[in-house]
């Protein structure tokens, strides 16, 4: 707008012109105006030397415009729609870096059982979108931290949780003349009856 230009929403999107003259129109597509520069007369974006904390050209138009690829403003800049400055390149964006992190990095570390028993995982998956034979359609997994040695069983309800954890804690301690000390679970609710509760 500072530069003379105007928008008029008219037939289901808007119109750009300067001086009463025609420059190009944007369709709305899902709630997005789409300017097809293709078929547009567009006029070159001004590139005015932008200069902040003696950062280079290109990569604050790397910002401004959305922080695109580095191959895609050099298209652009070849194509001519960013002019007046020198293609240049420019050091790793940390924006960019940062968006496409997806977790922040773990710090300290993690309990590590010291013996056999002293922890044991479990998890129930499903239910499986394929049954199995017999009509199983979950697995039960019990995993010891310490050997990471792991039990698997079908079942064919969450509900045997406790019926199946009983089977695996009677052999495991028999086998090894040691208590199970601690179980860890997501906190389904197949864990958290009081039955299971009462019986840990």
Not at 14 to 39: H, M, R
Not at 56 to 79: A, F, Q, V
């Amino acid at each position: 707008m500072k530069d003379g230009y105007s928008f008029v929403s008219k037939d289901n999107g808007f119109v750009i012109s300067k001086n009463d003259t025609f420059v190009a129109f944007a369709s709305i597509v899902n709630g997005l105006f789409i300017l097809n520069l293709d078929d547009a007369p567009i006029c070159n974006v001004s590139a005015k030397r932008p200069q902040l904390n003696g950062l280079s050209p290109t990569y604050m138009w790397h910002c401004h415009l959305g922080h695109i690829s580095e191959n895609r403003m050099k298209r652009l800049h070849d194509n001519g729609l960013l002019t007046l400055f020198d293609f240049e390149s420019y050091e790793t964006c940390e924006s960019c870096l940062l968006g496409k992190m997806t977790k922040v990095p773990f710090i300290g570390f993690p309990e590590r059982a010291s013996n056999m028993l002293e922890l044991v995982h479990t998890d129930v998956c499903g239910p499986m979108s394929t049954t199995a034979r017999g009509g199983f359609q979950y697995f039960i997994t019990f995993t010891n931290h310490f050997s990471r040695y792991a039990y698997v069983y079908l079942t064919k309800q969450k509900s045997k949780t406790f019926e199946k954890f009983k089977e695996v804690q009677n052999e495991v301690e028999n086998q090894r003349g040691k208590k199970i000390k601690a179980l860890r679970s997501d906190r389904g609710g197949e864990y958290l009856s009081h039955e299971f509760s009462n019986h840990l």
